[in-house]
């Protein structure tokens, strides 16, 4: 076998430090979690000793309604808001592609919902959304759309307001990106369809999508993944009610883990949600591939 190259030897000696601290960091918790998962570990519970159970966990997990309806909220979550906020995000910057007076100011301030950290979000929309003296409350009262009830403890409306609230925030995410997009368009394939008398609808369809369609696919999954993940908003927000209405799967996770304490369940909670992402990547990483070959 030949020695390594000086250079590369000497690369990966200073490598060691960053694999060592994420081995330690993120591969030892999460070896842990799935060690826990196959156990009985609860710390509310004297039987749950921490004595190994084999697939139990995973049994009682598929077995469950509330994984279930946590599940289906979460895929509901996600579905609504990221296409909603990809096509808010992408007509907002076809709009704005164009030079007017005062573009300077409007795109940063477009872009300011992103930048107010999540928990920060929920505080101020738990303020504006009270049944009382909430400012939101107020103004639909005003314009003659008010509730009978408080938006966020109705079951009704309760979900749909955090995909409000989440579509408000993230909108510009997908905005900044695809505006950034439509600035690196190359100028010529348009020059030559305005020359061949295609129309904007035809340009759309025929080059601006297929040309954006790698930044799409990379901007949705982005999104996906942040939105399959939503707790903090969820947490301050509703804690998952009114009954189990809003609970989505990072919010079942909590529940499970920190509330009944339920650490070998609550692993296999966690640990199924991250193979779902997996494959949610796997899934966006094949259709970046096709988009790009």
């Known amino acids: 076998m030949k ?9 990966i000696l200073f490598l060691l430090p960053s694999i060592a601290l994420l081995a330690v960091f993120n591969l030892a918790p999460f070896l842990y979690a ?13 039987s749950g000793s921490g004595k190994f159970i084999g697939l139990d966990n995973y049994r009682h997990l598929l077995d469950s309604g509330e994984f279930a309806n946590s599940l289906l909220l979460t895929i509901l979550f996600v579905i609504v ?11 907002l910057a076809l709009l704005l592609n164009r030079d007017f007076m005062g573009k300077r100011f409007v795109i940063p301030l477009v872009s300011v919902p992103m930048m107010i950290a999540p928990i920060c979000v929920g505080l101020m929309w738990r ?15 005003v314009l003659g759309v008010g509730f009978g009830d408080a938006l966020l403890g109705s079951k009704a409306t309760a979900l749909p307001t955090l995909m409000a609230i989440d579509i408000w925030q993230w909108t510009p995410f997908m905005f ?12 010529e394939p348009y020059e030559a369809a305005r020359v061949d008398g295609a129309s904007r609808v035809q340009m759309f369809f025929r080059l601006t999508l297929p040309l954006l369609k790698p930044l799409i696919i990379i901007a949705l999954l982005l999104r996906v993944i942040d939105a399959f993940r939503t707790f903090d908003q969820v947490l301050i927000l509703t804690g998952g009610g009114p009954g189990n209405n809003t609970e989505l799967l990072s919010m079942f996770a909590y529940r499970i883990n920190f509330n009944i304490w339920d650490l ?9 949600i991250f193979y779902i992402i997996l494959v949610i990547i796997a899934l966006f990483y094949n259709s970046f591939q096709k988009g790009t070959s």
């Open 81 to 91: 808001v990221v296409s909603l906020e990809f096509l808010i995000g992408l007509t």
């Open 34 to 46: 799935v060690w826990l998962s196959f156990t009985n570990l609860n710390l509310r519970l004297p």
């Open 176 to 187: 900044l990106i695809m505006i950034a997009g439509l600035h690196g368009l190359p100028k």
């Open 3 to 11: 020695p390594l190259p000086r250079g590369k030897s000497l690369t």
């Open 127 to 141: 303020i504006a959304l009270n049944y009382e003296f909430g400012v939101t409350t107020w103004l639909m009262d």
């Open 264 to 272: 070998g369940y609550g692993s296999s909670v966690i640990l199924v």
